[in-house]
């Protein structure tokens, strides 16, 4: 019981078990979640710190209700207002946390591999909260417990996903974790965000939309971020709604029992139409309380680790 | 001064004994009028090796090396001459640059040190630095190097202005409205999600400066080549007769870009490391004649400056004290190349690209010679090195080629202390 890595940096370095075993965790945490007594021990007496170099909402949230529901204690360091802004490098603020008895330190940083570069120097667990373009193994489990729950086995499962791939860390984390359980993962986006050598990493490019859509188990949408205008990737909102959107009549050539997911926060109108993001079959919202179990699961497995060295 | 180097073997020469006299290769003479015999005991005595891209960083970067350093860690290489690229700070792109970094090199005394100057003032790509001026103070090439010669506008004007004075180019090729990435393009770079820089980058601005090169008919030398399509256009221009040189460097035969996946900062450079693809035919390019030669490009850096997240970390690897040892057993011990295509690309090639006269061992030439353990493995260490820069990819590799002594002018500059 337990995961054999001190830190959880990606889903690269989870096994297939590994996965399943936190997903099966996540589902029992889940329950906590929706009791009305929203408490447990499993961190008692752990401290758990978060240290976002980036800003982030949801993320940051869910972790610190995931480490609170298990009753540890929890702090949190943001890029600004700190000593980071002064300049001081990521391994020695990582050190100073480290010294001060923390037992696992939630990462979001910027850059690809940031995370990889301290986990060896630290005591404390690293969980990657997002590293750059690089992985968000959290954000992966959320969604792949978010279709664990709707089919039994991730086994020959078609999983589309659509938008910007090059600069999705959700994209790399998912087509990794869901490759290896079997699932068989589409990409479609514009070329100008479709990153060399995808298709090394076990998922299948697209033509289309349409394309990427057909006969989904399941649909993803990601968040385009409309700076990348400014960078040539796109020309308008207009036209990547029109081109790139995964609309109504896309998903009816999904599975008719397929459902839609997002990781958030949505560009309305540009990624999905309206329409399409309260649609029945979106499970968006459902997402993040997964998010929460999974988090849960997660800490707990690292520290559970602990106590069987 | 009268040594002799006895018990050795001797490069392109059925000789055993090597006599030294006043700095220079001379006839025998007896072990009584000796100053001092060496016993070689078996090793090679190679021409003192000459490295033409290296990054010394005095003046201005002392606390990654200095003059000093960079020399001794290139004596303990074998090299007896060494070029170092001007982005130092200030910029070498003046006389007085090149004056203080010849005074500082003759001061440490290890190794010929001869500048390269700033092909533009500040290293842009604006106006012509005082290339006239610098060759009087000693430059023997001029380079942007660390940047490209970024226009085509510009790249005509350095070729025909360092014409007039017969100062060789040396370019680093990237287009920087393509490039920009931390490691090579590719399926690694798409996997650990970092932002790649594609061999394209390097290619179009090859394919510029050959096709200057052919149109204006000066020689252009291109930097540090690791691409697949830039050798094949290098090897193709040089059929058509295009006065086009190149070289490469270690790094590029031994690693590939799937080294990066651990975010280790000591894989770093640019060019970057690049696919195994790219890998094979930088050895078959240097295997048929279309690489003139080896260089380190050691670039030495603070660890402060490498242990830093992947994308920060700056650029390059220290390299002069592992590139013989490389060479020699990846590519003259496997049988890819013979001692003979060795040495061109690591002494004769850059002495004659560059005019440095250098790697004679006839009678009345100076005695710049080094001494190479070709039998024995030994584990290169980065802790034993004499650089200042740490930021080796090579820590712990088994090789052969162990310097044993190196001499200039019939000096000892480096000598291994059993
Ligand atoms: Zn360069």
Redesign the interface.
């Known amino acids: 019981m337990g995961l054999k890595s001190k830190d959880l940096l990606g889903m690269k370095q989870l096994t297939p078990e590994e996965i399943m075993e936190i997903l099966d965790t996540a589902k029992t945490m889940k329950l906590v979640i929706s009791s009305a007594n929203k408490k447990t021990s499993h961190l008692q007496g752990k401290s758990v710190v978060t240290l976002f170099y980036e800003n982030s909402t949801r993320t940051r949230l869910s972790f610190e209700l995931a480490s609170k529901y298990m009753g540890s204690a929890s702090a949190n360091i943001s890029a600004t207002g700190s000593s980071v802004a002064k300049g001081e490098s990521l391994l020695d603020t990582a050190r100073t946390i480290d010294s001060m008895g923390t037992d696992i330190i939630i990462m979001r940083h910027p850059q690809s591999g940031a995370p990889h570069s301290i986990a060896d120097k630290l005591k404390a667990s690293i969980v990657n909260a997002g590293d750059g373009m690089n992985e968000h193994p959290t954000q992966a489990l959320l969604d792949m417990l978010t279709m664990y729950e709707r089919f039994d086995k991730f086994e020959g499962k078609n999983i589309a996903i659509c938008g910007d791939i090059y600069h999705s860390r959700v994209v790399r984390s998912n087509a990794i974790g869901l490759a290896k359980l079997g699932a068989k993962v589409s990409v479609y986006g514009p070329r100008t965000m479709m990153p060399i050598g995808i298709e090394k990493m076990g998922v299948r490019v697209a033509s289309s939309v349409e394309d990427c859509v057909k006969d989904a188990d399941a649909v993803m949408g990601l968040r385009v971020q409309l700076e990348r205008m400014k960078s040539s990737l796109f020309p308008s909102v207009a036209e990547y709604a029109k081109f790139y959107a995964i609309t109504p009549e896309a998903l009816k050539l999904a599975k008719p029992d397929a459902f839609l997911m997002h990781p958030g926060p949505c560009n309305h109108g540009v990624e999905l139409p309206t329409a399409v993001y309260d649609c029945e079959q979106s499970v968006i919202n459902e997402q993040v309380t997964n998010g929460v179990a999974v988090r849960m699961a997660v800490l707990y497995l690292l520290m559970a680790r602990r106590n069987n060295l | 001064m009268k040594t002799i180097i006895k018990n050795c073997r001797v490069f392109n020469s059925d000789k055993s004994v090597i006599y030294i006299d006043d700095g220079r290769f001379a006839d025998e003479f007896s072990e009584n009028e000796a100053d001092e015999v060496i016993d070689a005991k078996g090793a090679t005595v190679l021409p003192g090796l000459v490295d033409m891209h290296v990054h010394f960083r005095e003046p201005g970067y002392e606390y990654k090396e200095t003059i000093a350093t960079g020399s001794a860690a290139a004596a303990k290489g074998g090299f007896t001459s060494v070029c170092t690229m001007p982005n130092t700070f200030p910029v070498c792109d003046n006389a007085a640059v090149v004056s203080g970094i010849l005074k500082k090199a003759e001061q440490a005394g290890l190794v010929r040190v001869y500048p390269i100057g700033a092909a533009g003032k500040g290293l842009e790509s604006e106006e012509l630095a005082e290339i006239g001026l610098m060759k009087e103070a000693g430059i023997v090439a001029v380079s942007n190097d660390g940047k490209p010669i970024a226009t085509s506008g510009f790249m005509r004007k350095v070729l025909e202005y360092s014409a007039d004075f017969d100062i060789p180019v040396l370019n680093h090729e990237e287009d920087p409205t393509i490039s920009g990435g931390a490691m090579n393009?590719?399926?690694?770079?798409?996997?650990?999600?970092?932002?790649?820089c594609?061999t394209a980058a390097e290619d179009i601005m090859i394919a510029r400066d050959i096709i200057l090169s052919e149109y204006l008919n000066i020689p252009v030398h291109i930097c540090h080549v690791s691409t697949k399509g830039g050798l094949r256009m290098i090897r193709e221009a040089k059929a058509r007769g295009v006065k086009v040189t190149c070289e490469t460097c270690p790094h590029y035969f031994t690693l590939t870009d799937s080294s990066c996946e651990?975010?280790d900062?000591n894989f770093k450079m640019h060019p970057p490391l690049r696919s195994e693809e790219d890998r094979l035919a930088v050895i078959e390019a240097i295997k048929d004649g279309t690489v003139d030669c080896i260089v380190t490009d050691h670039a030495p850096h603070h660890q402060?400056d490498k242990?830093?997240?992947?994308?920060?970390a700056l650029n390059g690897i220290v390299g002069l004290e592992s590139s013989f040892a490389l060479c020699y057993t990846y590519l003259v011990k496997p049988g890819i190349i013979t001692m003979e295509r060795l040495m061109d690309l690591m002494c004769y090639n850059p002495s004659s690209i560059l005019k440095l006269g250098r790697g004679g061992m006839d009678k009345g030439d100076d005695a710049d010679l080094t001494l190479m353990d070709l039998e024995n493995e030994f584990v290169f260490e980065k802790d034993k090195m004499l650089t200042k820069g740490r930021n080796t990819p090579f820590d712990g590799w088994k090789l052969y080629g162990e310097t044993m002594l190196t001499m200039m002018k019939g000096k000892k500059t480096y000598e291994k202390l059993c």
């Open positions: 393009e590719g399926e690694v770079s798409t996997s650990i999600g970092i932002r790649g594609p651990n975010y900062t402060d242990e830093v997240e992947f994308s920060h």
